[in-house]
Each structure stands twice: as C-alpha cells, then as structure tokens.
C-alpha cells in the first residue's frame, strides 16, 4: 500500500472531528501565514494537505482563487460541501 493511501486512511479515520475540532484551533495561525503570504485576488494558492479546507476557506474569502488536494477521501468530501457553502454564501 501506497504513502497516499495509508495517510488517506490514516486522516479519513474520524474526519468531522478534524474539520470541526481541529482545524479550528489552527485559525490564528493559518490568518498569520495568510498575512504573511500577502495574497492578492489576482494570485492562486494550491493548498496541499488541505484536510476539511478551513485554510482554503480563509484565502478564498480574501478574493484568492484556491484548490486543495488531500490524501483523504473523507476530508476531501467535507473540503467540497465547505467550498460549495462559501461560494453559495458569498452570491
């Protein structure tokens, strides 16, 4: 078995307690690297590892175009019922 699918299984184990938990507690510091980026609405960022997409989520407010890759099924669903909630709210 591939690194890829042991870390997608490993990571898709509990994924809403990550998406839920988890990432949340990483808010100021994924704002920090965000500021330190300095990102405009003219850039992209490829966000790898994106897990349940709370960092994707923050860039893509700030205007920013985002895609994110993970190795887990399971948070890749959550990333995509996420991003499709914040493109839904921002029309």
Request: proline fraction near 2%; charge should be negative; hydrophobic fraction near 30%.
């Given at each position: 078995m591939g690194?890829?699918?042991?870390?997608?299984e490993l990571?898709?184990?509990?994924?809403?307690d990550w998406a839920l938990i988890q990432e949340a507690t990483?808010?100021?510091?994924?704002?920090?690297?965000?500021d330190l980026l300095?990102?405009?609405?003219?850039?992209?960022?490829?966000?790898v590892g994106c897990g349940s997409g709370f960092f994707s989520n923050l860039a893509?407010?700030?205007?920013v175009n985002v895609v994110g890759i993970d190795a887990s099924t399971a948070?890749?669903?959550i990333y995509n019922h996420a991003v499709k909630s914040?493109?839904?709210s921002l029309i």
């Open positions: 690194s890829h699918k042991i870390q997608g990571w898709g184990k509990h994924p809403e990483g808010n100021a510091g994924y704002e920090h690297v965000l300095d990102l405009k609405s003219t850039d992209s960022l490829l966000d893509y407010s700030k205007g948070l890749l669903f914040m493109i839904n």
